[in-house]
């Protein structure tokens, strides 16, 4: 909650917010409603975006909560109960920036549940004590607040020193991250990175530091031909191009490979990603499955809303098709990645086609938790191909 006391309220608008969060609570995804607001009212003024923008998101993120300390659904009350009752605005005042027509509720005791509590879903709630145990409390915290902008220094063009210095130009601070060996945490607030020479020239990509631990799992060899059998957009296949390997991506989306083929001309990794039509053997091969996606719900607000518990039980069967695909193509290394928090699609997933496979032998098993370890949630296991026995 700390977070929402320094956000300049005083500046908020409410007849530019409560729209927009009222189509939110409809089921309009937050960050594109944000994104048009924005548009809408080109003529607001720093603190004026930043207030409005919170006020959408906190809305979005904390809307149970809300509803739980407020008593009503009404945009009006829950923002009023957001700038008092979370953000601390004096209750007069949170009335007045809220447009609510009087003050809401007060609640007389602390929210019993993890649901009300931490805002979720009451599947999600069920799922993550099932999960975690005695750390979903610290994980519902975590996810509370918004994860860090990471950037990835490109080993192409630059050091993460050379990086760091050539952002510090341009008014952006950074720090190195603690673990990946080419990440930088962004310190100044709202920086324009899409607007820095950095970025035209190709010496970043923003990627969270947990999504850069597990491309270096791979460990190619210079030169080594690397499968990216879910390449998306290609954050991965950037990172392996990189780290020097040759890169075969593939997807079947073939909308966001065209996004990977311009991300690897800026990145001057052309040469090294190849697109193809179809998976192909390759010494490596990294299958980051499609999945239900629980280990990054703090890069959006509305997230947890937005889920279908039902998906979580069809992904099994398809990242299962895509081990399977995987296992023959790989001459020595083949990585299963996630970033969920689910054992129906890390470890059972994992272990059941391992007990098929005793060609493979596992390596590492590997985690992230943003409590435990400040990035997005991610899940790897490593297998390398077993050496034949000599007759």
């Not at 601390?88 to 007045?96: I, K, Q």
């Not at 004590?129 to 975590?142: I, K, T, V």
């Amino acid at each position: 909650m700390e977070r929402l006391r320094q956000i300049p309220w005083d500046a908020l608008r409410a007849e530019v917010a409560l729209p927009a969060i009222a189509s939110i609570l409809r089921g309009t995804p937050a960050e594109r409603e944000v994104e048009r607001t924005l548009r809408a009212h080109r003529g607001l003024c720093r603190e004026e975006r930043r207030a409005a923008v919170e006020a959408m998101f906190g809305v979005a993120l904390w809307r149970r909560r809300l509803r739980w300390e407020a008593g009503s659904d009404a945009p009006p009350m829950l923002l009023a109960s957001l700038l008092r009752d979370l953000a601390g605005v004096e209750e007069s005042r949170a009335v007045a920036l809220s447009g609510a027509p009087l003050a809401p509720r007060r609640a007389t005791a602390p929210p019993p549940t993890l649901a009300d509590r931490w805002s979720l879903p009451d599947w999600l709630e069920q799922h993550l004590l099932s999960e975690l145990g005695s750390e979903a409390e610290a994980f519902c915290a975590a996810i509370a607040v918004p994860g860090p902008v990471c950037l990835r220094a490109n080993r192409l063009v630059c050091t993460r020193e050379q990086l760091a210095a050539a952002l510090d130009a341009e008014g952006i601070q950074t720090r190195p991250a603690s673990r990946a060996p080419d990440a930088l945490v962004v310190d100044t607030p709202q920086a324009n990175l899409f607007g820095s020479q950095a970025w035209r020239d190709g010496w970043f990509e923003p990627q969270d530091e947990g999504s850069q631990l597990l491309g270096l799992l791979v460990e190619p060899a210079r030169g080594e031909t690397v499968l990216d059998l879910c390449a998306g957009a290609g954050g991965k296949s950037l990172l392996l191009a990189a780290q020097g390997a040759r890169v075969l991506a593939f997807d079947p989306d073939v909308e966001r490979l065209g996004r990977l083929r311009a991300r690897a001309r800026r990145a001057r990794a052309e040469n090294a990603i190849e697109i193809v039509d179809g998976p192909r053997a390759a010494g490596c091969v990294l299958v980051d499955a499609p999945c239900s996606e629980l280990g990054t719900l703090r890069r959006g607000p509305d997230a947890r809303w937005r889920i279908d518990p039902r998906t979580l039980r069809e992904f099994p069967e398809l990242q299962r098709e895509l081990l399977e695909t995987a296992a023959p193509l790989a001459s020595r290394r083949l990585v299963y990645a996630t970033c969920t928090v689910h054992r129906a699609e890390n470890e059972d997933l994992a272990d059941g086609f391992e007990r098929d496979h005793r060609e493979l032998r596992r390596v590492a098993t590997w985690q992230t938790l943003p409590h435990r370890d400040g990035t997005d949630g991610f899940f790897a296991v490593v297998w390398d191909r077993a050496p034949r026995s000599v007759a």
